[in-house]
C-alpha cells in the first residue's frame, strides 16, 4: 500500500532524496514514518511527521543530516537525505499508522511495532 523509490549508491558525504507515495489511502489521515535496515541488524525508525501539524521527529543519528517534508498535492512523503555515511547503508522503508496512537505533545514517534502499512523499500548505499 505504501511505494518507496529514490535509493541508490552514492559516495559519503553524498546526498539522496527518497519518496513515499501511497495509492490506496490518504496519507493527510496517517502519521508517515521512515525506517531503515541494515544487514544483519533489526529494523529501525528514524524520521517521522505527523498529519495534522507536520510536526517532524528524528533520532539522533540522522538529526541535523534528514529532513522529512510532506507534498500535499502529490500526497507524497520525502526523505531528504544529506551527508550520507557508510553507516547509512540499508533498505529504507516507509511505514504509516493512525494518528490517535500517539498524544498531541508527543506528535510521533517512529516506532516500528506501531506502524502497520509498509511498502517494500528502496536500498541505499554509501561507499567510497
Request: with cysteine; hydrophobic share 30%.
Amino acid at each position: 500500500q505504501l511505494t518507496e523509490s529514490g535509493g541508490g549508491s552514492v559516495q559519503p558525504g553524498g546526498s539522496l532524496r527518497l519518496t513515499c507515495a501511497a495509492y490506496t489511502f490518504d496519507m493527510d489521515y496517517f502519521v508517515i514514518g521512515w525506517f531503515r535496515q541494515a544487514p544483519g541488524k533489526e529494523r529501525e525508525g528514524i524520521s517521522c511527521i505527523t498529519n495534522s501539524d507536520e510536526r517532524a521527529h528524528y533520532v539522533d543519528s540522522v538529526k541535523g543530516r534528514f529532513t522529512i517534508s510532506k507534498d500535499h498535492i502529490q500526497k507524497m512523503v520525502h526523505l531528504q537525505m544529506n551527508s550520507l555515511t557508510p553507516e547509512d547503508t540499508a533498505v529504507y522503508y516507509c511505514g504509516a499508522t493512525v494518528p490517535s496512537l500517539f498524544s498531541s505533545d508527543v506528535g510521533c514517534v517512529p516506532n516500528a511495532t506501531i506502524y502497520g502499512y509498509w511498502g517494500q523499500g528502496t536500498k541505499v548505499t554509501v561507499s567510497p
